[in-house]
């Protein structure tokens, strides 16, 4: 008896996932995929979906290639097995290129420009910018977005903001706070709470 629908169903109960098609709903994926995974067609699925997957599922992309790879039967869940297969390792290449070429200019041009500034002091910071963009579009791929922006003065939520200073005051009568460094969410995923000082 294969063994990946009785993991995949595991990793959508950890989940706190009951169905196919409430997974479906939550990654945007086709259920289809899903009968794939159980047919042992884990190479015919696309590294994007299977991202989706793995980010609905709160595990890592290889994490999850490894639980559902077909040739690993005699491993028991969850224990790892980090011996992928070729076509994991492909999949896994094909991830690390796609991120690789999105940041290609960063990767090629940031190390010219702490050079340049270990040697010039004054050099504007704003030549910085330009090359932080990739980053940028790196983020809005993952669907990771900035919980505020810095300086900001917000409502304060004990959901997305950490107050950087003890203070005395009950959470519910904090008044406004000030951004300090932003937070991030992937998706409706908290992944960084916001950082925050109370707002005199």
Do not use: C
């Amino acid at each position: 008896m294969d063994k990946t629908p009785t993991i995949l169903h595991q990793l959508m109960h950890n989940a706190k996932i009951t169905t196919y098609l409430q997974l479906s709903r939550q990654s945007n994926v086709s259920e289809l995929h899903f009968y794939r995974i159980e047919n042992g067609l884990l190479d015919k699925i696309p590294l994007g979906i299977l991202k989706k997957i793995a980010t609905t599922l709160d595990i890592s992309l290889a994490s999850l290639i490894d639980y559902l790879d077909f040739e690993n039967t005699d491993k028991n869940f969850p224990q790892k097995n980090y011996n992928l297969s070729l076509d994991n390792q492909l999949l896994i290449t094909e991830y690390q290129q796609e991120t690789i070429l999105i940041l290609e200019s960063l990767l090629l041009q940031l190390p010219t420009f702490i050079h340049g500034v270990n040697h010039n002091p004054d050099l504007p910071a704003s030549r910085l910018l330009p090359l932080l963009q990739p980053l940028e579009e790196l983020l809005w791929r993952w669907e990771i977005n900035p919980i505020g922006k810095v300086g900001d003065i917000v409502d304060y939520n004990p959901e997305e903001h950490d107050l950087m200073e003890d203070s005395d005051l009950n959470p519910d009568n904090i008044p406004q706070v000030k951004i300090r460094y932003v937070g991030y969410r992937q998706r409706e995923k908290l992944l960084y709470r916001a950082k925050v000082s109370v707002n005199n």
